[in-house]
């Protein structure tokens, strides 16, 4: 058996910090440069009525679409917006979103 496989004490490194203490503070700073995503600004702006232009290269039926809705999440592939006039809900693959309009001002983190 090899007693040296794990050790629960960690040796700090030249930081001063834990690996787990690095690991974190380095998955903070990914988590901050990647705030300028388009699924991260959406996330930003939950609550929010928009318009959700989408492009469908593929379709036959309509090339063309434009969702009207609150957003209620955002993924990285996909947002899900509700539509308060039909009560519809719908779940939007962002490949397709060219863009989306809001009537009032953008929520957004300008220091990246």
């Known amino acids: 058996m090899n007693?040296?496989?794990?050790n629960p004490m960690?040796?700090?490194?030249v930081s001063g910090m834990t690996?787990?203490?690095q690991t974190t503070s380095t998955a903070m700073n990914s988590?901050?440069?990647?705030?300028?995503?388009?699924?991260?600004?959406?996330?930003?702006?939950r609550g929010k009525l928009g318009k959700f232009y989408?492009?469908?290269?593929?379709?036959?039926?309509?090339?063309?679409?434009?969702?009207?809705?609150i957003i209620?999440?955002?993924?990285?592939d996909h947002i899900i917006i509700s539509d308060p006039s039909t009560g519809k809900w719908y779940?939007?693959?962002?490949i397709y979103l060219d863009y989306v309009e809001?009537?009032?001002?953008?929520?957004?983190?300008?220091n990246f």
């Open 91 to 94: 779940l939007l693959l962002l």
């Open 54 to 69: 989408m492009s469908f290269p593929d379709s036959l039926e309509w090339k063309d679409k434009v969702f009207s809705g």
């Open 31 to 45: 988590l901050l440069e990647e705030q300028s995503y388009i699924e991260n600004i959406l996330r930003l702006n």
């Open 10 to 13: 960690y040796p700090s490194g």
């Open 102 to 110: 809001f009537d009032e001002k953008i929520n957004y983190i300008k």
């Open 72 to 76: 209620e999440q955002s993924g990285r």
């Open 3 to 6: 007693n040296n496989y794990y």
């Open 19 to 21: 690996p787990k203490e």
